[in-house]
């Protein structure tokens, strides 16, 4: 206890913003007044440093290095400068950021580190969507990148994503030097700070609006659609992208359409998570809209809806996967196709059918953008780049925009997404898929599970004997080691296993095949499919024990 008293003394000493030292202060007093909760809470502010994870740095606001705040923002700044330093990158750092909590001090701050580090530093003006980022750096021809952003984390998260030169977020061993040379940063109040770097102006966003609305091609534009930004930064781009490309004005969910870091419409700010379009939805019902599209808030990723005999229902990620997939093939796009595995197996089966390259990627966008000769790029969890030559990222903005493309011209041939789904099922088999994912307060639960798994591997799962097990953490000759365990399971079927790398969730991935009898019809698939997912979820559940 004394050795954690000291270090929050020294954190309190040595940071420069005042609010998280008196919280600091607050949590120090009560744990000296022998209050437990308190103690547990510095205990766990003190639990080692934020790595980077999946998508960079992310956690709470708050006080201590496991938290977000500007000291480990300053330090991680530093460390990114030194980096780039010393591999002797050139050109500037361009940063921009959400509108979450924060989010524009920790933008300041990192501007002020790189400055001061003989770094130039370019500064998005204001608000904008993460693909706006990644974008800027390819078109600025920049060192770096650095978006301040939690994406679709819990109000109370903020977040820190790091990119190099080529526009992808960093991956190993980038990370791990990235890292080593924070950890090696000294005081806070001895690290060098310039300026605010230079504002850039509307141009950089232009180039951008105009890039996106440009990949749609000629063709009709009749569609009655529903959109919300979900409170985050993406509804002043979507809407002047659809106009560009010629579309109608959405309707936008009043409730959701400005910006808003406390989210106050929904539990988690994720179009995935249930009862987060259901205003969408309720809109979308009483207007009789044709399709109902969302972004997350950072408008990195893309949601959607559509009518069905029993009311709204979300596409999933795999569905809408599948869809663009079908419209850039359709399209002759030349090149790799490519996805996590987590994500369903159908893009492989339609990139061979059409004679192009297929590739799969551990989770995670910052190894689908680095794909050789990308040509489309997407997983599971609502992330597509259907532009990887201006944009190696997921992109809402842009997924949002060709989706709205296809869905106008299937309803000028009377039909609907739906429709689409079922030709893609009637061709390649029906690919069901569905997740199982448990939320824990304690990451040792997670860890637990995996251990059962590892200890007594099931033999079968939901009937479907196991065929086939892959150890990820082992690596392989096409991926790198990572926590995880893949079931490749009788009749196409499987099952992965991983913790979230951005949430404290373990996550089970399902998927199923099933082929269409064309007098039975693809409704039937879906029941038999619906029956055998069912089953995978009790046994997965089951097996691992949660």
């Known amino acids: 206890m004394p050795a954690l008293l000291d270090a929050a003394r020294a954190w309190t000493a040595d940071d420069p913003d005042p609010r998280t030292r008196e919280e600091l202060e607050a949590v120090v007093a009560l744990v000296e007044a022998g209050d437990a909760a308190a103690t547990a809470d510095l205990a766990d502010r003190f639990a080692g440093t934020l790595e980077f994870g999946t998508a960079g740095l992310r956690g709470a606001i708050g006080a201590g290095p496991n938290r977000m705040n500007r000291v480990v923002v300053t330090r991680a700044a530093a460390g990114l400068a030194a980096y780039l330093r010393d591999t002797g990158a050139t050109g500037p750092v361009v940063i921009g950021y959400d509108a979450r909590h924060d989010s524009d001090v920790y933008a300041r701050d ?48 903020n977040g820190y994503k790091v990119y190099l030169g080529d526009g992808s977020q960093i991956v190993p061993p980038a990370d791990a030097e990235i890292a080593a040379r924070i950890a090696a940063v000294g005081p806070v109040a ?14 950089i966003i232009d180039r951008y609006l105009d890039t996106v609305a440009g990949l749609a091609a000629d063709g009709p534009r009749d569609l009655n659609l529903v959109y919300t930004p979900l409170h985050g930064v993406g509804g002043a781009s979507v809407l002047q992208v659809l106009e560009s490309a010629g579309f109608s004005l959405p309707r936008v969910v009043e409730q959701q359409e400005q910006p808003d870091p406390d989210f106050p419409t929904v539990a988690f700010p994720n179009p995935e998570e249930p009862g987060a379009m259901d205003l969408a939805m309720a809109l979308a019902e009483q207007h009789g809209a044709d399709l109902v599209v969302a972004n997350d808030p950072d408008a990195d990723r893309c949601a959607a809806a559509v009518p069905g005999p029993h009311g709204w229902r979300m596409l999933r990620g795999d569905e809408v996967g599948a869809l663009l997939a079908h419209a850039l093939l359709s399209a002759g796009k030349q090149g790799t196709y490519a996805t996590s595995i987590v994500s369903s197996s159908l893009l492989g089966t339609m990139a061979r059918a059409a004679g ?35 944009v190696r990222d997921k992109d809402g903005v842009s997924a949002l925009l060709l989706l709205c493309e296809l869905a106008a011209r299937a309803k000028a041939e009377g039909r609907g997404l739906v429709d689409l789904l ?6 390649h088999g029906l690919h069901a898929t569905d997740q199982l994912s448990v939320r824990v307060t304690d990451l040792a639960e997670i860890g637990a599970a995996m251990q059962r798994l590892r200890a007594t591997p099931p033999a079968e799962l939901g009937g479907f004997a196991v065929e086939r097990v892959d150890d990820l953490s082992t690596g392989s000759a096409d991926l790198p080691p990572t926590e995880g365990l893949r079931y490749h399971l009788a009749g196409g079927a499987r099952v992965v296993v991983r913790p979230s790398g951005t949430e404290p969730k373990l996550k089970c991935y399902l998927e199923v095949v099933v082929p269409v009898d064309p007098e039975d019809g693809v409704d039937a698939a879906r029941i038999h499919a619906a029956g055998r997912l069912d089953a995978l979820r009790s046994g997965i559940k089951s097996a691992a024990g949660i």
């Open 110 to 157: 990192t501007a002020e580190v790189m400055t001061g580090a003989g770094i130039a530093a370019h500064v998005l003006p204001r608000p904008l969507p993460t693909p706006l980022l990644a974008f800027a750096i390819r078109e600025l021809g920049c060192a770096a990148g650095v978006m301040v952003t939690a994406s679709h984390n819990p109000p109370q998260d």
């Open 190 to 203: 001895d690290v060098p700070r310039g300026t605010g770097g230079a504002v850039l102006d509307e141009g």
């Open 422 to 427: 079922d030709d893609i099922a009637l061709e």
């Open 356 to 390: 192009q390259p297929y590739a799969e990627t551990l989770t995670g966008f910052k190894w689908i953008g680095r794909v050789e000769g990308l040509a489309f790029g997407y997983e599971e969890a609502l992330g597509y780049c259907v532009d990887p030559e201006h």
